[in-house]
């Protein structure tokens, strides 16, 4: 047992070469996001590069929610940014016409939900 910590430690650090193949990963589910996002953005009306702006992307994303701009002040508050985060997940699904089951995809596996919602059939509808 010792001895699968310490391969699985080893592979931690990249000294037995995971560190590159892990840094291609990072950056290739990075670059998945970005491009989920912003597929997103452009399905909801919005420009798609505010998808890589920081903090105004938060405001573009409340905006797509359907919450309040002011709502971005809530993030900066400790564990009531998590709820809050999850609040908003949940409001972007419902106005892409999925239910809160999915919204809560988004808020914890949202490398798996992110581009089902940018990539997949689904529609906006500002009025949901």
């Given at each position: 047992?010792?001895?699968?910590?310490?391969?699985?430690?080893?592979?931690?650090?990249?000294?037995?070469?995971?560190?590159?193949?892990?840094?291609i990963?990072?950056?290739?589910?990075?670059?998945?996001?970005?491009?989920?996002?912003?597929?997103?953005?452009?399905?909801?009306?919005?420009?798609?590069?505010?998808?890589?702006?920081?903090?105004?992307?938060?405001?573009?994303?409340?905006?797509?929610?359907?919450?309040?701009?002011?709502?971005?002040?809530?993030?900066?508050?400790?564990?009531?940014?998590?709820?809050?985060?999850?609040?908003?997940?949940?409001?972007?699904?419902?106005?892409?016409?999925?239910?809160?089951?999915?919204?809560?995809?988004?808020?914890?596996?949202?490398?798996?939900?992110?581009?089902?919602?940018?990539?997949?059939?689904?529609a906006?509808?500002?009025?949901?």
């Open positions: 047992m010792n001895a699968l910590f310490a391969h699985i430690s080893l592979l931690a650090d990249g000294s037995e070469g995971g560190g590159i193949g892990g840094m990963f990072s950056l290739l589910i990075a670059v998945a996001m970005i491009a989920s996002i912003w597929k997103v953005f452009t399905k909801a009306g919005e420009p798609g590069w505010a998808a890589i702006i920081p903090i105004y992307n938060i405001l573009v994303l409340l905006k797509i929610a359907g919450k309040p701009a002011w709502w971005i002040i809530l993030y900066l508050i400790p564990f009531v940014n998590f709820i809050i985060s999850i609040l908003v997940m949940i409001s972007l699904a419902n106005k892409f016409g999925k239910g809160a089951g999915f919204g809560l995809g988004l808020a914890f596996l949202p490398f798996i939900f992110y581009p089902m919602l940018g990539f997949g059939s689904s906006y509808n500002a009025n949901a």
